[in-house]
Structures are given as C-alpha cells and as structure tokens.
C-alpha cells in the first residue's frame, strides 16, 4: 500500500473512532491539526508518513475520556497501524509522538525528541489559541459545567492538579493556566509566528470580556 493509501484508510478510521466525540476534540479538531502540522511540515525537514500518521492518530482515545487512562490511545493506534502493514520504525515513533504530545508533558523535560514530535505538538497547540482556541476552551467549560468565569476564583497555583479539577474553576481562569502561555512553549518558527498572532487575538478577547463583564459605562 502506497502512502496515500495508509493516508486515506488512516482518516475514514479516525472519523470513524471520533463519530461521537465532543466538539473539542471531534474530526475537524484532527482535521485543523493535520492541516497545520502539513503547513509547519512545508519549512522543516523531517519524516511526513511521521508527521501525518501522528496528527491523524494524536487524539484517538483522550485519557480525559478514559478514565485517565493514557495508555488507550497509543495501543488503538498500534493496533491499527499494524493492520495497515505501517513499518515498525514508523509505528514506534508515532506511538512516541502521540504518547509525548500533550501539555500536560509540557512542565517536564521532554522524554522523547524529534522534529517530527515538535511539528504535531505545535500544531495542536496552535488549535487550542486564537478563536479556535477560544471556542473549545469554552466549549470544554460547558461540557463540565464551569462558570464563564467568577472574579472570585483567580487562578491559584498552589493547588495541586487533583484539587485544582474539584474545583471547578471557571473557564476563563484557563486561560491563565494554559492558553496565554503556549506561544513561548512553540518549537518551530513557524508555529512561533502563527502563535503570536493567535496570541495578540485571545489578549483583545479577554480586554473585551472585562470590560463588557463591568457593563457599559
Ligand atoms: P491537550 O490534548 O493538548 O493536553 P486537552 O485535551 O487538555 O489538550 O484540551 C483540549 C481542549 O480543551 C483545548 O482546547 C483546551 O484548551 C480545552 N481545555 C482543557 N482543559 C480545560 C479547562 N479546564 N477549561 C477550559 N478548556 C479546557
Ligand atoms: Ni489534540
């Protein structure tokens, strides 16, 4: 089977796996990343089987969904890459990416590098800034019941992750948390230049809400 065969078969089976999922993390989420993980790919060097193979497969079973079991998503996608006869070489390493990929990693020294990891990541990352960004963050808050945001719970640091979720903190706070910091985590220049523009949108965004939240004056 030629590569865009694998391609093809790699996407029915994704739209498949993804038929129910929420808005945040449905097809056209994968779809977004698959674009800009090609569009950083264009400037890089690198393997892009590798590259297409991880966005595809990057969300295909999010821990969030699984009981916090992370390792569901890697074994879906090996098991489906071996029935396409993906070589061993290219299946480790996409099991490497999508296993690395989320933000949760991100406070840690990255146990596995390559550019290929680096292109998927700051593709993921660039659909969870900008107006993208803003609808799934709220899109995510309502799928959990948060307020919008409550001026009384300002995003606390000392909590530890665990007391932080029971929380329930308002979605806005997320932005605090994550959002606003993704542009100096980027790894390509390309994803650094399309961060920044994200970047600056969300940051007009929020002086919005604040002001409107005081109501007109
Ligand atoms: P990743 O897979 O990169 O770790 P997540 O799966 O945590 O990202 O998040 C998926 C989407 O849901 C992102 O757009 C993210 O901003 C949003 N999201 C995650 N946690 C929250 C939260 N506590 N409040 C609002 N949005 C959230
Ligand atoms: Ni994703």
Known sequence: MNNTDIISKTIAFVKKQLENAEGGHDWFHIERVYKNALLIAKEEVCNLQVVQLSALLHDIADSKFHGGDESVGPKVARTFLESQNVTEDVIIHVIEI??????????????????????????????????????????????????????????????TIEEYKKSQAPTLNHFYEKLLLLKDKMNTSTGKKIAKERHRFMESFLAQFYAEWDGEK
Do not use: H
């Open 98 to 159: 999508i296993s690395n990929i989320s933000f949760k990693g991100g406070n840690f020294e990255k146990k596995f590098k390559s550019i290929e990891l680096d292109i998927v990541q700051d593709a993921d990352r660039l659909d969870a800034i900008g107006a993208i960004g803003i609808a799934r963050a709220f899109n995510y808050g309502g799928f959990k019941n948060r307020a919008l945001y409550n001026p009384e719970i300002v995003p606390n640091t000392n909590m």
